[in-house]
């Protein structure tokens, strides 16, 4: 696979002031951005069956979680991104993958990303055994997941399954106070109108799009925390981040700024994965 760090970032023309938080993050050399970091992806990922069948992934990002399911040896790869510079990551991340094998041995992944909404991809009816998508539904509006989680059920053939990785808050009976303080504090900090839902809210959401529920999980919300870093990023990437933090000042502060509201929150937020499936027919 071709080696994606020197590739323009998304909002790369913007100054670290006006930057979304995951953008930030990944400027200055964090590559796992997921909210329960490295560990709830595998969890997630392992209860999502993916060797032989044809997955589509909403939102990629910079590929980790694509390299994670090339590397199960799927069927075929499709990507769908709004943004062209992920879309130029991806494609060239899954160029020339007769190298990939699963369990099943050595074949060559039609894989491909193409640029399009979630909500929209333009991608075939029932062309799908397998929906991912990470960190994307939280930073839409109600009327904006229900859409990208109906085109998932669109996609996917009976029995298939749509796996995501999201911001949750806790409890399910947290007051809606408070609910608000936290997504008005996520704007600001880190510049996208995030709206996470409760584990409740969020399988109640799922479920009456049609899907059930096969599984769900969670890890904590540390994704500033040292600990959480060394494990997600190793200490040579640890070390990079810090040298990009400490090196620009403006970048510190926004960096800062978002661990405080993090921290504030730490009992509300959570990172939380589900595998729902489309009934058999």
Not at 155 to 184: F, W
């Amino acid at each position: 696979m071709t080696d994606n760090n020197a590739l323009p970032l998304p909002q790369s023309d913007r100054d670290p002031a006006h930057l979304q938080g995951h953008w930030l993050l990944a400027r200055i050399g964090k590559r796992v951005l997921r909210p329960g970091g490295k560990k709830l992806t595998e969890r997630m990922l392992a209860h999502t069956e993916i060797e032989g069948k044809d997955v589509v992934e909403f939102a990629p990002g910079l590929g980790l979680t694509t390299r994670a399911i090339l590397a199960q040896g799927p069927k075929s790869y499709r990507g769908v991104d709004r943004d062209p510079q992920v879309v130029d990551i991806i494609t060239r991340l899954t160029a020339g993958q007769s190298g990939q094998s699963g369990q099943s041995g050595q074949h060559i992944i039609p894989a491909s990303c193409v640029l399009r909404d979630a909500a929209d991809t333009g991608l075939n009816t029932d062309s799908a055994d397998v929906v991912i998508g990470e960190a994307m539904l939280t930073m839409q509006s109600d009327r904006g997941k229900r859409a990208i989680i109906d085109e998932a059920f669109r996609l996917l053939r009976a029995g298939g399954t749509y796996s995501i990785h999201e911001l949750g808050l806790q409890p399910d009976d947290l007051d809606d106070s408070v609910k608000e303080e936290i997504r008005k504090a996520l704007a600001r900090s880190i510049k996208v109108n995030a709206r996470p839902l409760t584990e409740a809210e969020w399988r109640e959401l799922l479920e009456s799009a049609g899907f059930e529920v096969l599984w769900s999980g969670r890890e904590p919300m540390a994704l500033l925390d040292m600990r959480r870093n060394i494990a997600d990023e190793g200490i040579g990437g640890v070390l990079r981040i810090m040298h990009n933090v400490l090196g620009n000042k403006d970048i510190r502060a926004r960096v800062l700024d978002m661990k405080s509201t993090f921290d504030k929150y730490r009992d509300e937020l959570t990172g939380i994965a589900f595998v729902v499936r489309k009934p058999k027919a």
